[in-house]
């Protein structure tokens, strides 16, 4: 979902497997024939290594060596995503407001004190991923041009 949603942030994720094993999975998105096709790939943990389940297995000794795998072997078509957001300090979460309803931003405290509510909005900006179905699609243009320049400023310095 991320991959369609953000298709300027890159085509390629790395992410848990998805069959509760100590593997990795490597997700691609990409166009062909006017089509958008989603691939999966394998990718099991033997003792210290990876190893990418491919018609010809292929060994790799670290996680970011496995991307650089996919990047590599296909010249460059892949490109890892990478949601360029801040990462939070704070621990927090929405929630609705008891007297009016509206959504506000909760950063809980230490155990005992009241937790902080940050009313009228947020406190910080959520990602853009949790921010998605609580408000409307108002700004996500500018949002998406800006993710658009910062990839092609990515993509330059690659070469």
Known sequence: MLL????ECGNLLLRPSGD????VSVTTRQMHNGTHVV???KVKREGPK??????????CTSLDAVVNYFVSHTKKALVP???????????????????NGENVWVAPSAPGPEPKVFNGGLGRKLPVS??????????????TAELQKKLEKRRALEH
């Open 20 to 23: 509760g094993a100590d593997g």
């Open 50 to 59: 990876y190893v990418i389940d491919v018609e010809q297995p292929f060994s």
């Open 81 to 99: 995503f990478l949601l360029d957001e801040d990462y939070e300090k704070v621990l927090g979460y929405v929630e609705a407001d008891k007297e």
């Open 4 to 7: 369609e949603r953000y298709p």
């Open 39 to 41: 691939r999966h790939y």
């Open 130 to 143: 949790s921010a998605q179905p609580l408000f409307p699609t108002a700004g996500l243009a500018d949002m």
